[in-house]
């Protein structure tokens, strides 16, 4: 299986903040990544996919980058409606998920 | 709108089986890869089958290889998963997820509000 290793596990920053998460794969996964938000008590929304694609109605201050085995994911400009969980997901085999980036508010 | 909406979910004992259904709506439900996700008490997101537009490919993870089955009825646009054997590392929150196009490789861009399975004794 491939492992998906997500860092930090948890994130405080300001509003305004430029936020920074990385997931590494422990394999050549191409651009094969997904990255999702997770509100407490919701189901998880769908931001970015094959890696840096901005899913339809996502604001534009979140994006992603990178291919093979280490990418990043980028909120430009903080918001407090941002608070939440992040996950990274591979597919380029069965899909496993990072084990998330908790983010909250300084 | 899209909507996909699961039920099945409960308190069922060790050994026991269960079987999950997810209604679809909002789509054409048989040109998507749809998927099964689940999420233990306080924990992160665990991806646990996936089903192919046609029902060509299907895969599972390995923890529920063999108990757990996935299909789906196109003309009825549902989702299912039946689950044998359940054990107590079960218990989670089941999401029910649609692809992003026909394939198993894909993100999930509409996911259901999730169905509780507790197994206890």
């Given at each position: 299986d491939i492992q998906m290793t997500q860092s930090p596990s948890s994130l405080s920053a300001s509003v305004g903040d430029r936020v920074t998460i990385t997931c590494q794969a422990s394999q050549d996964i191409s651009n094969y990544l997904n990255w999702y938000q997770q509100k407490p008590g919701k189901a998880p929304n769908l931001l970015i996919y094959d890696a840096s694609n901005l899913e339809t109605g996502v604001p534009s201050r979140f994006s992603g980058s990178g291919s093979g085995t280490d990418f990043t994911f980028t909120i430009s400009s903080l918001q407090p409606e941002d608070i939440a969980t992040y996950y990274c997901q591979q597919y380029d085999n069965l899909p496993t998920f990072g084990q998330g980036t908790k983010l909250e508010i300084k | 709108e899209v909507q996909v909406v699961e039920s099945g979910g409960g308190l069922v004992n060790p050994g026991g089986s269960l079987r999950l259904s997810c209604a679809a709506s909002g789509?054409?439900?048989?040109s998507y890869s749809m998927n099964w996700v689940r999420q233990a008490p306080g924990k992160g997101l665990e991806w646990v089958s996936s089903i192919s537009s046609s029902s060509t490919y299907i895969n599972y993870a390995d923890s529920v290889k063999g108990r757990f089955t996935i299909s789906r009825d196109n003309a009825k646009n549902s989702l299912y998963l039946q689950m044998n054997s359940l054990r107590a590392e079960d218990t989670a929150v089941y999401y029910c997820a649609r692809g992003r196009d026909y394939s198993t490789s894909s993100g999930y861009n509409y996911w259901g509000q999730g169905t509780l399975v507790t197994v206890s004794s």
């Open positions: - | 789509f054409t439900f048989s």
